[in-house]
Structure formats: C-alpha cells, structure tokens
DNA sequence: CTGAAAGCGCTTACAG
DNA sequence: CTGAAAGCGCTTACAG
C-alpha cells in the first residue's frame, strides 16, 4: 500500500546539481554540453533510472502503445502473427497492448481508448467489425493485416488470397479429383471470401466438378464436426481445400477418427503454411502465406502512418506460394 | 501530428455543469447525490467518455497493469499459459503487459519499470533468473508460476512435477521398458529438474534398468536433432520420456523421418498435455499439468499480495494426471 | 454532497 | 546551453 519508491527525474537534477528539465533533455536529445550529459547520465546510471511512461505519454503526443487485436491466442496461426508484430514494433521502440477474445469487443475499444494508443493493428477483421469502424471514428490510425475489409478507410496488407485458392483449385484439379469439398472460413472474413471464390472459379471454370462446401468458421472444433459430416455422407469427396491450416489438421484428425486414409483415400490442401504443417506426422500441403512480411508492412505503413495522418490510405497485396506435402496425391488411387 | 482530440473529464464537468472532481467520485464511486450522478453518467454516455490511464496511474497508487514474462509465443505451451493469465487478469479488471523473447531481460525489465507495472507473473523462470531477481529488488511483487526458484522469497504454483515424472517412470517400467532414453528440459527450469530427478529415482529404484539421457532445452527443434543423433545410435533406447509435450512431438517426427514406428518400436511420453497432444495424428501419452489452475492460482496470489505487500511468501503445488494415449505400448512388441 | 486546489512525473516552449 | 514555469488529465484530501 501506498506508492513505491521510484526515483523521479526530479531526484536526478537534484543530485546531478542541474534543473529537471536539462535530465528530460539528455534523456530526449536535446542539446545540452558533453559535461553535464556526462555529469546526468552518471547519476542515471546509478539509479538505473527510468522515466515514468505515463507521465510521458500524458504530457507527449505519443503513447508509444500500438494495439495489437487478434481472436483466440490458441489457435496456432497467431501466435506466429503475434511474435512477427511484436518484433516490429520492438524494433521501432513500440510497446503492444493485446486484445484478444477474452474481452468483448465492447471491453477492447474501451480500454484501447483509456490506454491512449497511438494506432491499432488488426488481424482479424469481419465484415462490418465493430471495433475497426469505431476505431477509426476515434480517430484513431488502423492497419488492417492479414483480413482486409471492402471500402474500410485505411491501410491495408494482405496475401494473395486469390492466387492461393487458384493454385489450391488446380493441384487438386491436376490429380485427377473431381468430386471436391472445401471447409470454408468465416464468412465475414476477406480470406474465405477471396480463398473460396478463386477455387470455385477454378473448378466452375474446368467443369465436370462437383463441389461440395461446408462451414468451418476458422475454428478447430467446427471444422472437425464438419469434416466428420461430410466423410460419412454417401457421397464423399476424395480431396478438401481448407480455407487454413487449423481446419486442414482438424481434417486429417476427423480422417484419423472415421478411419479415412490420408492421401489415399482422401487429398487435403491447407492454408497459411504455419510451422506445424511441416512437422513429419502431419506434413501439409498447403499454400504459404508471408506472415512475417505481411506483420512487417502492416507495422510499417501504421508507422508512417503515425507521421503523416492524410495519406491516403493504401493496400499491399504480397504473394504465396504453393507447398506441396505428402496429403495430397492422385485420385486414381482410390 | 498534433494530440488528437480527446474528451476529457473537465469537458465532461463542463457540460454536465458540475465540478471536475465530482465526474471522478461518479465514475470512482464517491458519494454523489442520485440527481448528480445522473446528469454526470448522461454526459459520459453521451461521448463514451473513458478516462486517461495514464493520468490515473500517474496520480493513483496502482497502474492496472501486470507482466507477464514468457519465451517464445510460438511454443504451443505458452499461448495456453498466457490465455489463462489473460483470463483471469481481465476478471479481475487487470491489463496485461507481455515480455517474450524478442527483447532481451534487460530491455523487459527497463519497459515493465518505466510502465510502472503493479506485479508481474513468470512462467519461465530459470535458476538465478535476472528478471526476477531484479524485479524483486525492485520492489515489485512477483509470482512464479509453472517454474519456480528455491529460495526465492516470492509467492510461486507449479504442478507436482516429481509425481509427474514418477508416473511416467512407472508407465515405462510396466511396459517393459528396460532401455530408456530421457530428453530434458532446460537444466535451469525446475520443472526439468523435479521431473527428471523423479524419473530417475524411480528407475534407479527398480534397478535393471539403462537410462541414456540427452538435453532438449524445451525448444524443438534441439529436442529434434538430440533425438535423431539418439535414434541412429547403435543402443537405441525403446521408450522416451520427454520433459514436455513440445519435445515430445519433436521426438514424435524425428522418429517419423528415421522410420522408427511409435509406439511399436519406440514409445514416447511427454509432459504438460497441450491441447494439440489430443489430436488423432499425435494422440501423445502423456502427464496432464492444470495449467489453467495454475494461471488463476498464480494470479490469485500476486493480487492478495498487492493489497498485503508484507504477507510470507507461499508455494502451491497442483496435482497432475496420468494421460495414456497412443504413443506407448510394451516392450516385448518388438 | 460538492467544489477549489494540490500534485502525480514528465515534455515543451520561453527566457536568458 | 540551461533554468523556471506551464500544463498534460486525472485522484485525493480538504473545506464548506
């Protein structure tokens, strides 16, 4: 109780024998002689001295807070997309104030709000998200990774999501299946949107193929019941391209559970190509996604951002890449 | 550039025609009069007033904020831990300010003083930690959880390591097993220490037994070279304890890509069961750790301590669970 | 119950 | 180059 003893910027001039405000700017870079630099960095040293953020950010026009709002943390694809912003926005000597779905989006604007960040990243964006909207109203700077949302003001960095179900469409298409599923994403979310129409087109397009479409919601639980359906209907098909990694394994797992052989008796094609895929028991196909670029250039147009507010808002579109693994292989097999 | 134009408290006085401090007793749960309040709360609603965080921990005694100090987001271990942390933080109105292994234990340590974090939670802590030690000399209150440090005058929660390691010790012996191989954790986590040291014991205890023992350093990709060197050795070890669920699915793929059968020709155990260990295409035997008690209980005691700085340090330990799965079977089958 | 005032620890013009 | 002073947006005694 009470507060702690912290030594203050104050106690720094005192003992340094300069005013408070030459300690503010030898910490800052403002122009001060080498010899009382000197004669302040010592004291600062001796007490490992620390200025207080929020008094910084009070009085400051920054922060230094960047909100970083993702969905459910145990899913594996974002903790890769964690560490990849939070290693960016270290480096530009930002801090991170996580948002995850342990709050109501409700909770997560009101106390992104009363933490004053300087700008918000999102991973997760949905159609009509009402935290992206309302952030902005705030005005507050938004980036939109990963997701991206049609006429949304603001910066945006994305895979090429189309390409992706394209090349999905024709691997699958090139071994000869002909009777498909795809275990989509969420609805609302531009990955399902885009990933799911370029396959559709693709396989429309060569004709002769049945698709069947199932919804797993980017969530591991719904994909596998889906899964599980869908292999025990009387029309099963003989390959799936999941709209992301976590819905392929959920898939090889409810193969697993119903006795279905992967590749042999079934073909899966993943989405995001995050570490685990490439692990021996599971070994994916899949169509990789620059997660670390797309942090990178997410962090960096919100940094610009950040300086120059009346830029008109731009979007990066980076590419994938196909991964071919041992769940797929031809249908002729069977 | 520029502040942006935020709604502050004197606004808020302003328009509902009252002083500013009676706005903080509204929203601080002063005594205001019925009639007061209202008109206050309309006027707070009608801007979705929240007030600054940094003025309220600038001029308050608590800032609302706990670290919590991880190693790698990436390893499916902490992103369970860090979501029961979250959890419990956010119930009890409390933020939450993450250090990983992008920034070193220093930078952690400067960031986490200048936030002026209340207390902070370590779930990795190593012998003669410097985060923790340091905190602690800061004044800042510490937990330990998952991990502890013998003599280290903080609260701390762990699970029962020694029976976790004596049970699968067990489970080796029962099978048969009579050459064991045995992939440890980090030599200065506690957790490695108490379940090796269990582990040992009880083979030593049974006698007839050969232990060969290598180090994983909890990471998987050294767990996966350790156990492919051991794997290609002429005395090739029939059964694997690993000291957590991570190395043990290294070891799970190293043996894929020797072509060692598990559990036929090799069985393995692991430690922790992280959700991913139920899936069918791991499907992993393994010891069951409460992670999620030991967040809210770890948790729990850091916020007592806040309130009573000079209570005795305490220690929990949380029971563990036997979990057989797939990856183990007798000996005699090969 | 309510208001005026002090003060938290800084940054940033403003003088000198 | 350096110091004195204002002010960021709150909470918390202190009067009334």
Redesign the pocket.
């Given at each position: 109780m009470g507060?702690r003893r912290?030594?203050?910027?104050?106690q720094?001039?005192r003992e340094a024998?300069?005013?408070?405000?030459?300690?503010?700017?030898v910490?800052?870079g403002?122009?001060?002689?080498e010899?009382?630099?000197r004669r302040v960095l010592d004291v600062v040293a001796k007490y490992d001295?620390?200025?207080?953020q929020?008094?910084?950010s009070?009085?400051?026009?920054r922060s230094g807070l960047i909100g970083v709002v993702i969905r459910d943390l145990t899913n594996p694809f974002y903790p890769v997309m964690v560490k990849a912003v939070e290693r960016v926005l270290h480096q530009q000597g930002l801090r991170l104030s996580l948002v995850t779905d342990v709050m109501t989006p409700e909770e997560g604007l009101a106390l992104l709000r009363r933490e004053g960040v300087d700008g918000v990243v999102f991973t997760s964006a949905v159609q009509d998200d009402p935290l992206a909207h309302r952030m902005l109203k705030h005005d507050i700077p938004v980036v939109l990774c990963h997701r991206t949302l049609e006429d949304f003001p603001a910066d945006q960095v994305e895979a090429d999501n189309a390409t992706a179900g394209r090349l999905a469409a024709d691997h699958l298409l090139s071994l000869g299946h002909r009777h498909v599923g795809m275990v989509c994403g969420s609805a609302g979310a531009s990955t399902a949107q885009q990933r799911g129409a370029a396959f559709r087109d693709r396989l429309r397009a060569h004709g002769d193929v049945t698709l069947t479409e199932v919804d797993g919601d980017y969530d591991y639980a719904t994909a596998y019941g889906a899964v599980r359906t869908l292999l025990s209907g009387d029309r099963r098909p003989t390959a799936l391209f999941c709209h992301n990694d976590i819905m392929a394994y959920a898939a090889l797992n409810a193969a697993a559970a119903a006795g279905v052989r992967v590749p042999d008796e079934l073909s899966v094609v993943g989405c995001d190509d995050v570490p685990l895929s490439a692990w021996e028991r599971i070994d994916l196909t899949t169509v990789r996604q620059p997660l670390e670029r797309i942090a990178q250039v997410g962090v960096e147009l919100l940094v610009q951002r950040l300086d120059e507010p009346d830029l008109p808002p731009r979007r990066e579109v980076l590419p994938v890449e196909f991964v071919e693994r041992s769940t797929t292989a031809p249908a002729s097999r069977i």
């Open positions: 507060r912290t030594v203050t910027s104050v720094i001039a024998g300069v005013a408070q405000s030459t300690v503010s700017r910490l800052n403002g122009s001060v002689s010899e009382t630099r001295f620390q200025p207080s929020a008094a910084r009070l009085v400051g026009t």
